[in-house]
């Protein structure tokens, strides 16, 4: 079990937006976190990332207790994540998108970087050369000197995943990576997820677009901040809770 | 581990055209910087040495707010800091007899020292409530100067601060002296920026949520902007202390902050140059018009609008404007020509 989420909740004002959620994800695995609009899915990332504090409850990554950390402090320790709105550092190139993405290795120290020297200089040019590689597997590398804010939605959403695998994480937190997109974009970005775990990633996706669920090993399904179930994608499919909470009572028979 | 060069110009599209530009600025800023120090063998006038100096002394104010600025921070106390390297600085040799020398280093890290302390706190503090907390910060400052008393020497001002110099020295050595100042700031400070810190800062500037998602600390980041920009703003304001020898907290009210803040946007705030060149604007111009010296505000008010409609990126986007412009133009002749 690489992330362990044990009761956790989270109230904005009276509004419990998660409640007593409980999850994990394997190892190595593809773990879908999926529900209606507003079931929550966005404020458990955000939970575990450290951008809200949490009301109640326990995140745990892989073995640390991570609930109190905050959002950088968790990039750190090997945690990447995009976000669904999808924020870019607009005003940089593809290529120096990714390059301020690999903040942490390697990281120079304070006065390495200053008096530019040959550890500064070797370690930027490791960084180049990774970002060059990050934009050649995602399929950026023909817009590599485009300002990130004048790629077309996918390239910008492909971007932000490269970014994410630019802090080399163990853990790849997407949010809603297919959201927008044309089915063509969709192939290739599910094709991208899945050469990611290939590569080791341990990989957690937030997604209304129940075709994700092809790509998942298993899924954990929540509405109004509470699990629904979890379970295969197959078993999740044709469960009952699941229906009624996509298409409301009267489509459940 | 070294890159290949098929790699290096992978990169770099059009590589010999930006190492080109790269010489261009470069023998730019040289011409400028000798054409500067030749200019006390024209310029007799101990008044216009005066202007000059002061000119040096506030571009390393401007360009240090911007520092603060590429961080996504708008600092409005940033005259105040002035003030506490000034105050700090003529204070100590003054009261304890410290050398000048001795005492402008110390003042820059003290002025460092309390920006960052007050960095902290306000690193949670975004946009217009940032502002807002500095400036008033900023005003508070200047009111502990006027009720120093004696200290301070309070409204009427602090006199007889030990100058830099020996008594009598004309303005030329101040000149070259402050001329070194400036230099050697502008080239710390565009080192910061053009280093993986500034990119950083730039990061956050963007998307603090993106930046620190990648690990970037961000208030750990904002507080450095800050004790940087905060550190050379004190260095001037100590200059300039032991440059004039009186001080009145007049000069480093919301007005001075605000003229730092004209010269950054005049100049362009998204280039280094940029406050260089609005700071020497903005300061000499009324000089050179002495009659209109009242009206300067106006004048600065009209600049700042023309800037912002014909030049959104600043006065330091003007080459390349009148570069487009030219290109059009003879594009337009030749059409003309062709029919």
């Not at chain 1, 690489?2 to 999850?23: H, I, R, Y």
């Not at chain 1, 599910?190 to 990989?203: A, C, H, P, S, Y």
């Not at chain 2, 009720?147 to 309070?154: D, E, K, P, Q, V």
Request: aromatic share 10%; proline share 4%; with cysteine.
């Amino acid at each position: 079990m690489l992330l362990e989420v044990n009761g956790l909740t989270k109230n904005f004002g009276g509004l419990a937006a998660v409640s007593q959620l409980d999850f994990h994800v394997n190892k190595g695995e593809i773990t879908g976190l999926i529900g209606p609009n507003g079931a929550g899915k966005t404020t458990v990332f955000n939970l575990i990332t450290g951008v809200f504090p949490s009301t109640r409850g326990q995140v745990v990554f892989d073995g640390t207790d991570i609930t109190h950390k905050k959002p950088h402090q968790v990039a750190r320790l090997g945690i990447g994540r995009t976000f669904q709105l999808n924020p870019l550092f607009g005003n940089f190139t593809v290529l120096e998108n990714i390059s301020a993405s690999f903040h942490l290795h390697p990281s120079s120290s304070l006065l390495d970087i200053y008096f530019n020297t040959a550890t500064y200089r070797r370690n930027e040019a490791y960084i180049m050369e990774q970002s060059l590689e990050i934009s050649k597997l995602v399929g950026l590398d023909n817009v590599k000197h485009e300002l990130a804010k004048n790629l077309p939605h996918g390239y910008q959403k492909m971007l932000g995943m490269a970014r994410a695998l630019a802090t080399r994480p163990r853990l790849l937190l997407l949010d809603e990576p297919i959201a927008g997109m044309n089915p063509d974009e969709i192939d290739s970005a599910l094709k991208n997820i899945r050469k990611t775990q290939q590569q080791g990633v341990t990989i957690l996706i937030v997604e209304h677009n129940m075709q994700i669920l092809d790509l998942c090993d298993r899924v954990v399904v929540i509405s109004f901040g509470h699990k629904i179930t979890e379970g295969l994608p197959q078993e999740v499919r044709g469960n009952e809770e699941v229906i009624k909470a996509y298409f409301g009572d009267e489509h459940a028979a | 581990m070294d890159m290949s060069d098929k790699q290096l110009s992978d990169m770099t599209p059009s590589k010999t055209a930006t190492v080109q530009e790269k010489w261009i600025k470069l023998a730019i800023t040289a011409g400028v910087v000798v054409l500067i120090a030749l200019l006390p063998l024209l310029l007799t006038s101990p008044y216009m040495l005066h202007i000059f100096i002061l000119t040096f002394i506030y571009t390393i104010a401007a360009v240090s707010l911007r520092t603060i600025l590429t961080s996504g921070q708008f600092p409005l106390g940033h005259g105040a800091f002035m003030g506490i390297g000034a105050y700090s600085s003529a204070m100590i040799a003054k009261w304890l007899g410290w050398s000048p020398w001795l005492t402008i280093p110390v003042a820059a890290l003290v002025t460092m020292g309390i920006g960052m302390l007050i960095g902290y706190p306000f690193a949670r503090l975004r946009t217009l409530y940032y502002a807002m907390g500095s400036l008033f910060f900023g005003m508070g400052i200047i009111y502990i100067f006027y009720a120093g008393g004696s200290l301070t020497g309070g409204y009427s001002g602090l006199t007889g601060i030990p100058p830099l110099l020996p008594i009598g020295t004309s303005k030329v050595p101040y000149y070259y002296l402050f001329l070194g100042l400036a230099l050697v700031s502008l080239l710390a400070l565009y080192r910061f920026e053009f280093s993986r810190i500034g990119i950083n800062l730039k990061a956050i500037a963007q998307s603090h949520l993106v930046a620190s998602s990648v690990g970037i600390n961000e208030g750990w980041y904002r507080i450095l902007a800050v004790g940087v920009g905060c550190f050379f703003v004190g260095l001037a304001g100590a200059g300039y202390a032991h440059y004039t020898t009186v001080l009145s907290g007049n000069n480093f009210s919301f007005m001075a902050t605000l003229w730092l803040v004209m010269y950054v946007l005049i100049g362009g705030k998204d280039s280094f140059a940029g406050p260089i060149i609005g700071t020497f604007i903005l300061v000499l111009i009324p000089e050179f018009f002495r009659d209109l010296k009242i009206y300067t505000p106006f004048i600065s008010a009209a600049i700042l609008l023309i800037v912002v409609f014909i030049m959104p990126q600043g006065l330091v986007s003007l080459p390349k404007l009148v570069r487009s412009w030219f290109t059009e133009h003879r594009k337009g002749r030749r059409i003309t020509h062709a029919s």
